[in-house]
């Protein structure tokens, strides 16, 4: 079994920054890519962004390019996602989940490649 859960999120005005943690127990970590998707009041679920196992790699939505960086620790199980200038627009619960593959991932940008997901956690943008 895995368990997927995130820390960080929180209340904070546009222009600011916020950086989430995904914390990970109950399976094999360091061999999987990770990916971070939000979910928007009256959304459906977006991908935001996708770190390779080993983090040699990612990958970004368009819509937070640039201010967004996704990162992880193997040694401490935990995947991170840095959120700076931040906008209203970012407002949503925001998911952490692991890849059901080891190594490698086809289509990074879908929720049915992953198929572990932490509870969320808040982030809201005030303008």
């Known amino acids: 079994q895995v368990q997927l859960v995130e820390s960080g999120g929180g209340l904070v005005q546009a222009g600011g920054s916020l950086r989430l943690s995904c914390a990970a127990s109950?399976?094999?970590?360091?061999?999987?890519?990770m990916g971070w998707f939000r979910q928007a009041p009256a959304k459906e679920r977006e991908f935001v962004a996708c770190i390779s196992w080993n983090g040699d790699s990612t990958a970004y939505a368009d819509s937070v390019k640039g201010r967004f960086t996704i990162s992880r620790d193997n040694a401490k199980n935990t995947v991170y996602l840095q959120m700076n200038s931040l906008k209203p627009e970012d407002t949503a619960v925001y998911f952490c989940?692991?890849?059901?593959?080891?190594?490698?991932?086809?289509?990074?940008?879908?929720?049915?490649?992953?198929?572990?997901w932490g509870q969320g956690t808040q982030v809201t943008v005030s303008s």
């Open positions: 109950g399976r094999t970590f360091s061999n999987r890519a």
């Open positions: 989940a692991q890849a059901r593959t080891l190594y490698g991932i086809n289509y990074y940008y879908m929720s049915s490649q992953y198929a572990y």
